[in-house]
């Protein structure tokens, strides 16, 4: 299994190595920018070219009290009571790239460098910080609350890549709900974070939030000033303050993308919908859908959220890369719901080489059902123009049934009730799998 090129130096300096894997873009649109009373949320997630995302359902569930709960590298308290997720995460880890709960709770992480050093040794990975995030809160303020409390006591660290040599980064993350969102930025246990309520918004790989600071850690500024990054004069801007002075080329080519986000964005605004977020996410000319060298787009994800509570949420996932080659397939939490086996990677305990130490010395094959059909389709696709042309149309066809669904769902009152629509997702990788046999 092939894998990108990094610098073994050190921690810090594989953390910085400009041909590391290290974007991703995430969007979210709120009336009136949406074309129906609805937040709408986007991330394309983009990894090393051959990692496995998998799509796991976990059940809402109550704990023992003062038992620990295994993250990533690191044991953490857990909660009494965790709500039901569905996360779209690279296989090997505990966390997520980016998820909801049932409480119509959404997030997605990015990684970020800036001028407070990245610690050495392990810690929470930002995508542990968003999974705990969803299992633990009902709105996107209170998801933020736990994520910036985590920080403050167990702080964020270890390698982010399954590969011997340690990637590591800082995290800011995107959080939506039926109401609102939050654009939440930290480097290192500090944090800045703003609040979106109208319009459309997103984040790529860097620092973005300036002057608008809705909340803040408590020690922001002082250490900022401590550090001689800023003078104490006038007003703080956060990403001015604590971003690098020089940027490496990666946050160069992020800035662009960011760029071009905002501009897909703003020519749609009062029209977006979940299918013009899907075709945001397809774009490749702005590089926000990633086929560069050692990584891409592995997996995309598109939540409609609407502002009616006794709407359902809807969460449309793809468990495959290249989302311009792939289907977004609808997920709604009720009745019925389960884990889709044909999108689960296989498991391999204590013998997984990121459980035996030293960790990834050694290398698993995680492909699940779906992945594997879907790469050999692709590979049907660039050999046979005849079988691509059926395959693509069988995508389509696909695709376009499930938003139809969902567009009934949301726009009719004599629709079936949504929780009996809990096996949607289940039923729709089905016949996506045998599109490819």
């Known amino acids: 299994?092939?894998?990108?090129?990094?610098?073994?130096?050190?921690?810090?300096?594989?953390?910085?190595?400009?041909?590391?894997?290290?974007?991703?873009?995430?969007?979210?649109?709120?009336?009136?920018?949406?074309?129906?009373?609805?937040?709408?949320?986007?991330?394309?997630?983009d990894r090393p070219r051959d990692e496995v995302q998998e799509v796991v359902f976990v059940p809402a569930g109550t704990h023992t009290p003062g038992s620990r709960l295994q993250c990533t590298y690191i044991e953490v308290e857990q909660v009494l009571k965790t709500h039901a997720v569905i996360l779209s995460r690279p296989s090997w880890l505990w966390g997520a790239e980016m998820g909801a709960n049932e409480h119509g709770v959404c997030i997605g992480n990015e990684a970020v460098w800036t001028k407070e050093p990245v610690r050495e040794g392990e810690a929470l990975l930002g995508m542990d910080l968003l999974r705990l995030a969803l299992e633990r809160s009902t709105s996107a303020q209170e998801a933020l609350h736990v994520i910036t409390g985590l920080l403050e006591r167990y702080?964020?660290?270890?390698?982010?890549?399954?590969?011997?040599?340690?990637?590591?980064y800082h995290n800011t993350f995107?959080?939506?709900?039926?109401?609102?969102?939050?654009?939440?930025?930290?480097?290192?246990?500090?944090?800045?974070?703003?609040?979106?309520?109208?319009?459309?918004?997103?984040?790529?790989?860097?620092?973005?939030?300036?002057?608008?600071?809705?909340?803040?850690?408590?020690?922001?500024?002082?250490?900022?000033?401590?550090?001689?990054?800023?003078?104490?004069?006038?007003?703080?801007?956060?990403?001015q303050v604590f971003?690098?002075?020089?940027?490496?080329?990666?946050?160069?080519?992020?800035?662009?993308?960011?760029?071009?986000?905002?501009?897909?964005?703003?020519?749609?605004?009062?029209?977006?919908?979940?299918?013009?977020?899907?075709?945001?996410?397809?774009?490749?000319?702005?590089?926000?859908?990633?086929?560069?060298?050692?990584?891409?787009?592995?997996?995309?994800?598109?939540?409609?959220?609407?502002?009616?509570?006794?709407?359902?949420?809807?969460h449309f996932l793809t468990a495959t890369p290249d989302p311009s080659r792939s289907v977004f397939k609808p997920f709604i939490f009720g009745v019925g719901v389960a884990q889709a086996p044909q999108v689960l990677s296989p498991t391999f305990g204590a013998q997984d080489p990121v459980r035996t130490l030293p960790r990834f010395q050694t290398q698993v094959d995680r492909r699940h059902t779906l992945y594997r059909g879907h790469q050999a389709a692709l590979g049907l696709m660039e050999s046979d123009q005849d079988q691509e042309q059926q395959l693509r149309q069988k995508q389509r066809d696909l695709e376009q049934e499930g938003l139809k669904a969902v567009r009934g769902l949301l726009a009719s009152e004599g629709a079936p009730p949504f929780q009996e629509l809990g096996s949607l997702f289940q039923a729709f990788v089905k016949r996506e799998s045998q599109a490819y046999l």
Do not use: Y
Not at 157 to 168: K, N
Not at 213 to 225: D, M, V
């Open 243 to 314: 971003s690098l002075t020089q940027q490496p080329v990666r946050m160069e080519a992020a800035k662009a993308r960011f760029l071009a986000g905002q501009g897909l964005l703003r020519q749609q605004q009062g029209g977006i919908t979940a299918e013009v977020m899907m075709g945001i996410l397809r774009d490749k000319e702005s590089g926000i859908c990633m086929d560069s060298g050692g990584f891409r787009t592995t997996a995309s994800m598109v939540s409609v959220l609407p502002q009616d509570p006794t709407q359902p949420c809807v």
């Open 174 to 239: 995107l959080l939506a709900d039926r109401t609102e969102a939050w654009v939440l930025e930290t480097a290192g246990r500090l944090w800045a974070a703003q609040r979106i309520q109208e319009g459309a918004r997103n984040i790529s790989n860097q620092l973005s939030i300036g002057t608008d600071i809705s909340a803040q850690h408590p020690e922001l500024q002082t250490h900022a000033q401590a550090q001689g990054w800023w003078d104490g004069q006038g007003t703080f801007d956060f990403a």
């Open 1 to 45: 299994m092939r894998r990108p090129a990094l610098n073994p130096a050190s921690p810090q300096m594989a953390s910085s190595s400009p041909d590391a894997p290290c974007s991703c873009d995430c969007f979210v649109s709120m009336p009136p920018a949406s074309a129906i009373p609805a937040v709408i949320f986007a991330k394309n997630s």
């Open 155 to 168: 702080g964020q660290g270890g390698s982010c890549l399954e590969d011997p040599a340690p990637f590591c």
